[in-house]
């Protein structure tokens, strides 16, 4: 471990204002897609960093595009009322608008001074510059065909689009939007839905010309149907297999991001947010023997090496947004020191200072050589079993191409109805 702290003490960089992070935005150079991740969903200097960080994108390297991990019918409230579609719209209504457990995820006072900062912006520039903000998760299963269904009632009521969207619709009814329901008894249905949600998105593909106009209906309409084909698909996978579903859920995410990218065009450059798990190459953790992929992996086997820039998020203690157990209310929890010789410990046992690491061709190899546990919290922590979980073995200079280090941290501060 010598080399790996004689490493971090030669190549951090120190981090307390947003000009530090001004050599990150050198690293990050050319590239069309910048990964932002974070240690946990509910930590507030993560979101403070990535919408700082972000902002810099947009103004200093013409980045347009968002894509966070959150459903897509929620975060479109939010691109209408940014782009001025949705002139009646405001910014409490829209953040209301994220119903689904975590809420905290989005609903937060975090994501309302950068949907705040997203509104003028926009009103300051023409309209293929004005930023857009996506929701690229995959559990919206009934939102998306209710969506699909609304639009298309207004638009081509009697058309064969329409058709199948009912037969889809038909199809899930008798589960009563329970998501856990459908999974199980797709057990003992051979084909289950898959036909019908198949046929919507092939229809909706072929059909697509029929529906542009300028407040991005089309690209609306063509992502919800998406949403609904995978979600059907991960609901399924998830009582046969967690790595399956894992993965549907996360290819799923690559597909919507890069139907975003091509539908703004050859030059559109994209900011991912999502949690570091996702966001961190697969296989530069013990991911890989589990046989799980992830965005992050995706992207970089898709695309050319310059073009994507993934940057980790970590903490070394403080406080953080969390629950008990999965769909119960939020609290405030302490996140205890990192465990003894985890990466985070070794950035704050040189010295308790906040530091970002970019990693290149001459120090990444001093980040690889030693498999180190990387702190991962959840939406559901319990702090007192960290000792036993929450880390994953990652080798970091593969993992990510940069790291910002916050050695304390504060709770996210959530906007409850």
């Known amino acids: 471990m010598k080399s790996v702290t004689e490493a971090i003490k030669k190549f951090a960089l120190s981090f307390n204002t947003s000009e530090d992070l001004t050599p990150l935005l050198e690293a990050i150079g050319d590239a069309k897609i910048v990964l932002l991740g974070e240690a946990s969903h509910g930590t507030s200097e993560f979101y403070k960093v990535r919408a700082e960080l972000s902002k810099r994108l947009i103004v200093e390297k013409g980045f347009t595009l968002i894509a966070v991990e959150g459903d897509w019918p929620s975060t479109q409230r939010v691109n209408r009322f940014i782009k001025g579609y949705d002139t009646e719209e405001n910014k409490q209504k829209v953040l209301n608008a994220f119903e689904r457990w975590p809420t905290w995820m989005w609903a937060n006072e975090e994501i309302s001074e950068l949907v705040k900062w997203l509104e003028k912006h926009n009103k300051q520039v023409e309209d293929k510059r004005k930023i857009g903000f996506y ?83 089309d690209l609306n309409l063509k992502i919800n149907a998406l949403v609904a084909h995978n979600a059907e698909e991960y609901y399924r996978a998830m009582v046969r297999s967690d790595e399956l579903s894992w993965n549907v859920r996360d290819e799923h995410m690559v597909e919507a991001i890069n139907e ?118 959840g939406v559901v922590y319990n702090p007192e079993f960290e000792a036993y979980g929450n880390y994953v073995p990652s080798r970091l200079g593969s993992r990510y191409d940069a790291f910002i280090y916050i050695d304390k941290t504060n709770a996210l501060s959530p906007i409850f109805k």
Not at 309 to 316: A, D, I, W
Not at 330 to 344: D, F, H, I
Request: proline share 3%; charged share 25%.
């Open 260 to 377: 975003i990218m091509d539908y703004h065009g050859k030059d559109a450059k994209i900011i991912i947010w999502a949690h570091n798990t996702h966001i961190g190459d697969a296989s530069a953790t013990d991911m890989k023997e589990e046989g799980l992929t992830n965005v992050g992996e995706i992207l970089r086997l898709q695309n050319k090496k310059e073009n994507v820039f993934s940057v980790g998020f970590g903490t070394h203690s403080g406080e953080v947004i969390a629950a008990d157990e999965w769909g119960t209310n939020p609290k405030k929890m302490t996140v205890p020191p990192a465990r003894l010789g985890s990466w985070e410990d070794m950035l704050h046992s040189l010295e308790a200072t906040n530091k970002i690491l970019i990693f290149d061709e001459e120090n990444r190899i001093f980040f690889n050589n030693n498999w180190i546990g990387h702190r991962a919290i």
């Open 135 to 217: 929701g690229v998760d995959v559990y919206s299963l009934w939102e998306s065909l209710d969506e699909v269904v609304s639009y298309l009632r207004k638009t081509n009521p009697e058309g064969t689009d329409m058709a199948f969207a009912k037969k889809a619709i038909s199809c899930f009814e008798p589960f009563n939007r329970h998501p856990e329901t459908y999974a199980f008894s797709s057990i003992h249905i051979s084909d289950a839905c898959v036909d019908e949600v198949a046929k919507l998105v092939s229809s909706i593909r072929k059909n697509e010309k029929q529906y542009e106009n300028g407040q991005e209906a």
